[in-house]
């Protein structure tokens, strides 16, 4: 099971990439803040609220998709088993 859960794991050398990408963000969440928005944070919090939320949505999609996919294909290969 540990060799499972491990496997699972996204290769280091992505966490990094996607840390140094979130890291250049920062710049330009700091321009939106103090320039455009004169240092009302509610809007970049939106902006941010709303990323996240399509992002979490997405991903829920995808999982309820693919399990239904995975189930179904899992109920085929019974069925099949079973006529043999």
Do not use: W
């Not at 103090?34 to 939320?53: C, E, N, Q, R, Y």
């Amino acid at each position: 099971m540990l060799t499972f859960a491990v496997s699972l794991l996204p290769p280091l050398g992505t966490i990094i990439c996607l840390s140094g990408l979130f890291n250049f963000s920062q710049s330009g969440l700091d321009y939106l803040f103090h320039k455009t928005f004169h240092g009302d944070p509610v809007p970049v919090d939106a902006m941010l609220l709303s990323i996240g939320l399509v992002i979490g949505l997405a991903l829920v999609l995808f999982v309820g998709f693919q399990t239904r996919t995975i189930k179904r294909k899992l109920l085929e290969r019974e069925a099949q088993s079973a006529f043999h």
